[in-house]
């Protein structure tokens, strides 16, 4: 069997890594907080919140792109 680049799963792959970075970021901000719930905090963990979705999202994605032998 002859394989070739799969040009979906290889888009899907790239925007997981752009969302795992967000997770990264915002994750540090929210996690590394101490003091007072500000409204950047809730900010940070809103964007978290909605980034992580999204990487689960490009992971099922990436998933079923994967072959099955």
């Not at 799963?9 to 101490?34: C, E, P, R, S, W």
């Not at 919140?49 to 992971?59: E, K, N, Q």
Request: aromatic letters at 8%; charged letters at 15%.
């Amino acid at each position: 069997m002859t394989l070739s680049p799969l040009r979906q799963g290889l888009k899907d792959l790239a925007d997981f890594t752009i969302d795992a970075q967000f997770v990264q970021l915002y994750g540090g901000a929210v996690f590394n907080t101490q003091g007072e719930a500000t409204p950047d905090y809730e900010h940070a963990c809103a964007q978290l919140s909605a980034v992580i979705t999204d990487a689960l999202a490009d992971l099922q994605a990436i998933q079923k792109n994967i072959p099955s032998f």
